[in-house]
């Protein structure tokens, strides 16, 4: 059984940071989380994976790279995605999802299971 439930969603002014939170319970197979978001006008975008309880470091897309950060909470199952220096063009729903392995993070369609999205609005 797998569930991801995200949280953090909200409006903010460009240029201000924010946190969005996945609460994971998932089997012991499903350990790739990713961060992927819907904006309007564009396919889904993959913004970053970690695995869950592991010391390797996360994987990024390079459109958020210098902005984003993905981290975990330790003993627990939360993943966070930090947010700084927002644009309007980051305005979208914001989802987590998981897979096996974090061999295809970068894929869309890879991603098995998915949590319901939280809202992200940038104003300028």
């Known amino acids: 059984q797998v569930g991801l439930v995200e949280s953090g969603g909200g409006s903010v002014q460009a240029g201000e940071s924010l946190t969005l939170s996945c609460a994971v319970s998932?089997?012991?197979?499903?350990?790739?989380i990713g961060w992927l978001r819907q904006t309007p006008g564009k396919e889904r975008e993959v913004l970053g994976a970690?695995?869950?309880?592991?010391?390797?470091?996360?994987h990024y897309a390079d459109s958020v790279k210098d902005r984003f950060t993905i981290s975990q909470e330790k003993d627990k199952n939360t993943v966070y995605l930090h947010m700084n220096s927002l644009k309007p063009e980051d305005t979208g729903l914001y989802y987590c999802?998981?897979?096996?392995?974090?061999?295809?993070?970068?894929?869309?369609?890879?991603?098995?299971?998915w949590g319901q999205g939280t809202q992200v609005t940038v104003s300028s």
């Open positions: 970690r695995y869950l309880h592991s010391s390797s470091p996360p």
């Open positions: 999802a998981a897979q096996v392995f974090c061999i295809d993070w970068a894929t869309a369609g890879a991603y098995t299971h």
């Open positions: 998932v089997s012991s197979s499903h350990k790739c």
